[in-house]
């Protein structure tokens, strides 16, 4: 028998408790051992949870508890979470985790305090819970050199531009819908600004390149501005949009970034067009590995946390450590010195032939596309070509901001208003 | 320090001492402890490798040196490496290999001999070399109930029906350039008549229902009579052919079969149109989870085996033994009790509107298709809708052979030449 205690009373927390007695004898089997929730943690009363015998509102009751070898926190935040996870390594319990926000500001020091108690921390499941990603990022940096990892990470953004590209849905109705499926949390902004996002890459990256990297140093955009247009022009350029978070090594350091992308569809991550999460591993020997999962992250995230538990009590001294050394200066890269292709939608006030013959000058290789739709005649749309991004972006400001023509065209003035800029192709 | 000793002198076993030689850092940070390649085991000489001095033609020598803790087979097929392994096994090494022959034939025995020896036989990189589906297999039965597995587990055989649809290459043609490239072996049997994926497919299962699937239940059929028009009927129904290996619990056992499928673009199997290999889990939690690589295999296998070389040497008693009992009767149902679709196409020698009415009136639901060329003018293509298979191959049957049309319109008769029947929807 080995007991382990749930720090929080929420989804995460009934779900764990769940899968391990729906699956008792398999994991018996497995484990050689019953593994059993002895405490549940909550302030809150849960009158009628069938785990309310289990319930304690004191940290002191788990930790007096000898029985107990693992704990699974499922608080959130990294607050009340941070201080219960440290009590929990220092008595030298295991701890499992789905917490992002928690791991991706404070793993360092806690993977330090785990190693020093000779136990683990474990989180799995705060990325991409229960897509099997982290064992060969663990195993690969041995036997391959890891050089990049793009995934489609939030689930919630991906519905809602699902919703939006698919059914002309706007914005506001899609987070709505969002929400209300449980997709998105009742406090949006993490999903949708592109935090949440950041911080499972920052963690991801950290994994793969065994060096830290702050989530606050991924440049970071999020989905709020876009519209139904947007999504037709994605369509008529072969794509569709999605929330991307990106990591490469390169040599100035990890360039990283999360921010809305046309993904075309002969990338190996247009698979996520139908589902809710995607990573792409790109390694030497490894070449590039795709992992995807159907089924919203919210429902495999139980399924995660008790898999790591499962790995601790099957293996209790299994688990290679991962090292995440903080560097000693920055070791992020500037995402803006990267090349990349830019699509960019404009209004010009009616002089369309006039704002592409600006564009042509400025960006040199732009492509030029058309749609029939009235409600687009007063704009016009191109992807930018190939170059360094910053010098895109420099050419970006001086189109937008009332380039006189007359700069590249003696005596023509015209003034474009860039509605829209989306990086391309993945 | 760690010694290991590698069985066979080709391409995996160079490849091996090139992957430890290459990534000796990260490896030793890693495990703890150099790995070093102590002895290589061939009959034949190889004076021109940089590994000649290590080179053994006895395996006595491998056995009698203490500090050699794991082997490496490379030798492949069910023969000499079959002996040598139990070799291995008996006095205390741990075996690691990508033998997916040997593992098919033989699994539950050296996986019980390691067992008794305590020690491990290791087999990830035996199944779609590198794409990181054992470990999740190893932990899900415990969190997850696996349902089904399908994959696109042969490299050559993806890369022939490729070649064969994006540029109408014959068959015998994309066979000899697949051979060239090194995707296909000399000796195309096992990869082109589907037994390589049958293996493949059986060693999966076995691990994900921890029941030992028999390669030789896995209904097996090969891709060798494809040709260009099939290829064209593919694209018209909006997929393309790939050989796929599938199986699944029922309630009358484990269902499988290899076979040429139409795979239909909005299929998560369609990433591998792109990629060299595919593989979808399907579990109660997990989900789906798609795992796709997209390097060949063969440059992958070497890396495979240095995973596990490293998982050993840095968990030596991390692993959990996996149980593959053969069951006391047959544990494979019947794949024809499947609820299918079949695509069927049939020369009709002119009569192509009563072979549609006849086609009609016997599967009830059929969906015609036409196309242009003219090659095609005599034949016609149907979808038949899902029924149980044995019952539409039933009425298929009546349709080739020579149904006369009175049966079920009175007065008329004719002979449909069937040409192909193919999957269809995966």
Redesign the interface.
Known sequence: MTDIAVLGCGVESSGVAE?LER?AQ??EA??GAAVRVRHILDVQEFPDSPHRDRKTDRMADILSTPSIGIVVETIGGATVALELTRQALRSGRHVVTANSELVAAHGPELLELAAENHVQYRFEASTGA???VF??LE???????ISRVTGILNGASNYILKQMHRHGTDFAVALADAQQQGYAAADPAADIEGLDAARKIAILSSMAYETFLDYRDVHTEGIAGLCAVDMAWAEKLGGFIRLVAESKRTGNGILSRVSPVIVRR?S?L??VD??FQAILVEGD???????????PEK??T???L??DV??LV??P????HPRWQRTAGRNAADPLEDEVELFVRARTGGDNEGARRMASRLFGQATFFQMEESETKDEIAFLTGRQVERELRRKIGRFAGGLRLSDVEPGAAMQADVVRVLRFGV
Chains 1, 2 share one sequence.
């Open positions: 899968v699956h398999g994991i497995r484990c229960g897509i099997p064992h060969p195993h690969c940096p041995a036997a391959n050199s002969d190996p247009a698979c139908d589902m020997l490894l070449g590039e590995a795709l992992f995807c999962a159907r089924v429902r495999r139980a399924s995660a008790v898999a499962i790995d099957g293996n001294d299994a688990h290679v």
